[in-house]
């Protein structure tokens, strides 16, 4: 795990030069803490952390809680922890100002920073240039190292057991939110820490995805899950989408429709692609077959996005980002939006780019299911 | 993360007490001459958002941008695609949607004179929002409004109180389901994650860890339509010296519990019991506002603070071993005059 950690420190560096930074403070507030465990390894609970990097010498990690301060020494990559106390965050001012201070300060999730850190941070450091190095961060986070797409796999195969267990759970009578309880109950009888889930069921009148309400499946619904269990802190995703009972004539086109779709967008996915000539291949089959107007922000958002991390991650996969899809950046192709054929449709598979392709990451099969 | 169900039953909260929320709000800007009241929230931290409005904020951040007089409104990142399903859950009737917070508040404002905007616990505010309001916003005062909703949160009603009640129950049955039999940790929490979630909460947090070779910990924080309780307690597998110390802890704790004291006097008692025990250990008192993020949004100084009768706190007496386990005792209570009502009372008292 040392290779690990000099790997990501090594690619972290390497962002820094080409940043001008000469120190990186990582902020983890409770719902972003991808930047903090990138560099400690460690799974925290608090909801405030930082890990600092300077351009040479060791790493620190500061944490709010003392549980959080265990389990990054329990990680071994960061000696260096001290606690992160309001308002004056002195123990981590201390330890920037012992090492060389930084002429210019690259703070990733810089945007989310609170008001009483950033302000210690300001008057503890004066003279120092602080810039935001969240751009920055979630560029040397979207290449994943060997160790990292072995969590993505193991995330991938827990993907394809929550959709089976979204399956077994749709039945007409049964409450939105009790499908949900299955599939949150599966994923962590199999280990997952977290999972991002959107859900939606009904006919034509679905616009998109929601968390889930207490309307009661009816035969003929087209019920729509896009989950995103969490392995050893790396996301895997899988969108899919089944019909209680048969599939009318709308469902079946749509679901020809979004396959057609996935697959043009994954017949591009190579290294040296970018994330708009992804989009387009996706976004072509619904202009070829009249629904192009159905690829625009009035009725979706991306047409895929990496992760890792983080569920959501970079490249946004869509028409104009020119995004260079790097090998072993790992993306989910989804090509999901809202018509007239089914409703909101959902359909997406996850892959490791590769060299001359990609390397799937599920085993759920790629059809319209029925139940 | 929040994907539980999300409803919004005026037969739980009446509409007339949502309304009487924001205007008791709107009184006090109106005494401070504040424009208009501006509530910063994430998918993390939003209860004040949920409290006025019953909004979720699922993902993402937003403002809930309240006027001196007349509705609120929402300034979010999140699409408007989610406009129906939003107004489904809330009485929010003005959503708006951006990538930039400042750029919504602006437009927000443009119709108003220069005035003073009351940034509802600026402290935790990402700076960058505050400094972009500043800059888009010429003319106006930003002004600190403190923890003014979390004040009004921590005096609940009587119908918060049947919902604190029933969120606790969820949280106590989680962790009795989660501590039966012999299971995996993993196992634990598909059990407890299940039973919480079946029974309608919102959100659910579920730690369930070693404490030493010799314990498990299950440890649920549970949503239930806007309200947070907490429950824990300490599965044996032998009889490790140090049970009969957490449990002695924590009754002390327990029995010193009643308007009037404070984490301080809590820890004296539960230090009594201890008698120097060289583990390290941790004592909290927690409102149920803070719950969501484990206290951890308290403004500096309000850890110190006394409870007072009426407030629903979770008290947490948390052991840290040298091997880097843990192990937690926890409960929900009802402060009254005459005493603490232990809301997870499901659950066996810790100290029997």
Same mark, same amino acid.
């Given at each position: 795990?040392?290779?690990?950690?000099?790997?990501?420190?090594?690619?972290?560096?390497?962002?820094?030069?080409?940043?001008?930074?000469?120190?990186?403070?990582?902020?983890?507030?409770?719902?972003?803490?991808?930047?903090?465990? *990138?560099?400690? +390894?460690?799974?925290?609970?608090?909801?405030?952390?930082?890990?600092?990097?300077?351009?040479?010498?060791?790493?620190?990690?500061?944490?709010?809680?003392?549980?959080?301060?265990?389990?990054?020494?329990?990680?071994?990559?960061?000696?260096?922890?001290?606690?992160?106390?309001?308002?004056?965050?002195?123990?981590?001012?201390?330890?920037?100002?012992?090492?060389?201070?930084?002429?210019?300060?690259?703070?990733?999730?810089?945007?989310?920073?609170?008001?009483?850190?950033?302000?210690?941070?300001?008057?503890?450091?004066?003279?120092?240039?602080?810039?935001?190095?969240?751009?920055?961060?979630?560029?040397?986070?979207?290449?994943?190292?060997?160790?990292?797409?072995?969590?993505?796999?193991?995330?991938?195969?827990?993907?394809?057991?929550?959709?089976?267990?979204?399956?077994?759970?749709?039945?007409? +009578?049964?409450?939105?939110?009790?499908?949900?309880?299955?599939?949150?109950?599966?994923?962590?009888?199999? +280990?997952?820490?977290?999972?991002?889930?959107?859900?939606?069921?009904?006919?034509?009148? /679905?616009?998109?995805?929601?968390?889930?309400?207490?309307?009661?499946?009816?035969?003929?619904?087209?019920?729509?899950?896009?989950?995103?269990?969490?392995?050893?802190? *790396?996301?895997?995703?899988?969108?899919?989408?089944?019909?209680?009972?048969?599939?009318?004539?709308?469902? /079946?086109?749509?679901?020809?429709?979004?396959?057609?779709?996935?697959?043009?967008?994954?017949?591009?996915?190579?290294?040296?692609?970018?994330?708009?000539?992804?989009?387009?291949?996706?976004?072509?089959?619904?202009?070829?077959?009249? *629904?192009?107007?159905?690829?625009?922000?009035?009725?979706?958002?991306?047409?895929?996005?990496?992760?890792?991390?983080?569920?959501?991650?970079?490249?946004?996969?869509?028409?104009?980002?020119?995004?260079?899809?790097?090998?072993?950046?790992?993306?989910?192709?989804?090509?999901?939006?809202?018509?007239?054929?089914?409703? *909101?449709?959902?359909?997406?598979?996850?892959?490791? /780019?590769?060299?001359?392709?990609?390397?799937?990451?599920?085993?759920?099969?790629?059809?319209?299911?029925? /139940? | 993360?929040?994907?539980?169900?999300?409803?919004?039953?005026?037969?739980?909260?009446?509409?007339?007490?949502?309304?009487?929320?924001?205007?008791?709000?709107?009184?006090?800007?109106?005494?401070?001459?504040?424009?208009?009241?501006?509530?910063?929230?994430?998918?993390?931290?939003?209860?004040?958002?949920?409290?006025?409005? $019953?909004?979720?904020?699922?993902? $993402?951040?937003?403002?809930?941008?309240?006027?001196?007089?007349?509705?609120?409104?929402?300034?979010?990142?999140?699409?408007?695609?989610?406009?129906?399903?939003?107004?489904?859950?809330? $009485?929010?009737?003005?959503?708006?949607?951006?990538? $930039?917070?400042?750029?919504?508040?602006?437009?927000?404002?443009?119709?108003?004179?220069?005035?003073?905007?009351?940034?509802?616990?600026?402290?935790?505010?990402?700076?960058?929002?505050?400094?972009?309001?500043?800059?888009?916003?010429?003319?106006?005062?930003?002004?600190?409004?403190?923890?003014?909703?979390?004040?009004?949160?921590?005096?609940?009603?009587?119908?918060?109180?049947?919902?604190?009640?029933?969120?606790?129950?969820?949280?106590?049955?989680?962790?009795?389901?989660?501590?039966?039999?012999?299971?995996?940790?993993?196992?634990?929490?598909?059990?407890?994650?299940?039973?919480?979630?079946?029974?309608?909460?919102?959100?659910?947090?579920?730690?369930?860890?070693?404490?030493?070779?010799?314990? =498990?910990?299950?440890?649920?924080?549970?949503?239930?339509?806007?309200?947070?309780?907490?429950?824990?307690?300490?599965?044996?597998?032998?009889?490790?010296?140090?049970?009969?110390?957490?449990?002695?802890?924590?009754?002390?704790?327990?029995?010193?519990?009643?308007?009037?004291? =404070?984490?301080?006097?809590?820890?004296?008692?539960?230090?009594?019991?201890?008698?120097?025990?060289?583990?390290?250990?941790?004592? =909290?008192?927690?409102?149920?506002?803070?719950?969501?993020?484990?206290?951890?949004?308290?403004?500096?100084?309000?850890?110190?603070?006394?409870?007072?009768?009426?407030?629903?706190?979770?008290?947490?007496?948390?052991?840290?071993?040298?091997?880097?386990?843990?192990?937690?005792?926890?409960?929900?209570?009802?402060?009254?005059?005459?005493?603490?009502?232990?809301?997870?009372?499901?659950?066996?008292?810790?100290?029997?």
């Amino acid at each position: 795990m040392q290779d690990e950690r000099d790997w990501r420190i090594s690619r972290v560096r390497h962002g820094m030069t080409k940043a001008g930074i000469e120190g990186l403070l990582a902020f983890a507030p409770g719902w972003r803490r991808e930047n903090v465990r *990138y560099l400690t +390894g460690a799974s925290l609970r608090g909801s405030f952390a930082t890990a600092y990097l300077p351009m040479a010498g060791n790493p620190a990690a500061f944490a709010g809680t003392v549980q959080d301060e265990q389990a990054i020494r329990a990680h071994g990559w960061v000696a260096d922890v001290r606690p992160l106390v309001y308002p004056d965050c002195s123990e981590m001012l201390t330890r920037l100002r012992e090492s060389n201070v930084p002429g210019k300060l690259g703070i990733a999730h810089l945007e989310l920073m609170p008001r009483i850190m950033l302000a210690a941070i300001r008057k503890g450091l004066p003279g120092v240039e602080i810039i935001s190095a969240t751009r920055m961060m979630n560029q040397v986070r979207m290449v994943k190292s060997e160790w990292e797409l072995e969590q993505i796999r193991r995330a991938g195969v827990v993907c394809s057991a929550g959709w089976e267990a979204f399956v077994s759970a749709l039945k007409p +009578g049964a409450m939105e939110f009790e499908i949900v309880a299955a599939v949150e109950a599966e994923l962590k009888r199999l +280990g997952a820490q977290d999972n991002f889930m959107l859900f939606a069921s009904g006919g034509t009148e /679905v616009m998109g995805m929601s968390p889930p309400g207490n309307r009661r499946l009816q035969l003929g619904d087209m019920v729509r899950t896009e989950l995103t269990p969490q392995l050893n802190g *790396y996301f895997a995703q899988i969108c899919r989408s089944a019909v209680l009972g048969e599939p009318n004539e709308g469902q /079946v086109r749509s679901f020809a429709l979004f396959k057609e779709a996935l697959e043009a967008g994954l017949a591009v996915v190579r290294a040296g692609v970018t994330a708009n000539e992804i989009a387009c291949a996706e976004n072509d089959v619904f202009r070829k077959y009249g *629904y192009g107007e159905y690829c625009t922000s009035q009725y979706t958002r991306v047409r895929g996005h990496g992760h890792g991390l983080h569920p959501d991650e970079v490249p946004m996969i869509v028409e104009g980002d020119q995004t260079v899809l790097e090998e072993n950046s790992v993306i989910i192709i989804h090509p999901n939006t809202y018509t007239p054929l089914a409703g *909101y449709h959902v359909l997406g598979d996850p892959v490791v /780019v590769k060299k001359d392709g990609f390397e799937l990451l599920l085993t759920t099969e790629r059809k319209l299911f029925s /139940v | 993360m929040k994907r539980g169900l999300v409803l919004f039953d005026p037969q739980e909260i009446s509409a007339s007490e949502l309304v009487e929320r924001t205007t008791r709000l709107q009184r006090s800007m109106q005494q401070q001459g504040v424009t208009a009241a501006f509530i910063y929230g994430d998918v993390y931290h939003s209860g004040d958002i949920t409290y006025l409005s $019953n909004l979720c904020i699922y993902w $993402n951040e937003g403002v809930l941008a309240v006027p001196a007089t007349g509705d609120p409104a929402l300034l979010s990142k999140l699409s408007s695609r989610v406009h129906p399903w939003m107004r489904s859950i809330s $009485n929010l009737k003005d959503l708006r949607s951006g990538a $930039n917070l400042g750029d919504l508040a602006s437009e927000y404002l443009k119709a108003s004179s220069p005035g003073i905007v009351g940034l509802v616990e600026m402290d935790w505010w990402p700076a960058y929002v505050v400094d972009d309001l500043q800059a888009k916003l010429p003319g106006w005062e930003l002004r600190d409004l403190g923890s003014i909703v979390q004040q009004e949160r921590r005096r609940p009603s009587e119908s918060e109180l049947k919902l604190l009640r029933k969120s606790a129950e969820i949280s106590a049955k989680a962790v009795e389901i989660g501590l039966a039999g012999t299971m995996t940790n993993p196992e634990r929490a598909g059990r407890a994650e299940l039973s919480a979630r079946m029974a309608g909460v919102e959100d659910v947090l579920v730690f369930c860890h070693p404490a030493t070779e010799h314990a =498990d910990t299950v440890e649920v924080v549970a949503e239930y339509r806007g309200y947070w309780t907490l429950a824990s307690r300490v599965v044996f597998k032998g009889s490790p010296e140090w049970a009969p110390m957490l449990r002695q802890a924590y009754g002390a704790a327990e029995q010193r519990l009643r308007p009037g004291v =404070d984490v301080a006097q809590l820890r004296m008692a539960a230090g009594a019991a201890l008698n120097g025990s060289a583990i390290p250990w941790r004592i =909290d008192l927690i409102h149920h506002t803070d719950l969501e993020t484990g206290g951890d949004y308290r403004l500096p100084g309000e850890e110190a603070k006394a409870v007072h009768a009426g407030s629903v706190v979770g008290l947490r007496l948390e052991f840290a071993f040298a091997d880097g386990t843990h192990a937690v005792t926890a409960d929900t209570f009802e402060i009254r005059d005459d005493g603490a009502r232990r809301l997870t009372k499901a659950l066996p008292q810790v100290s029997s």
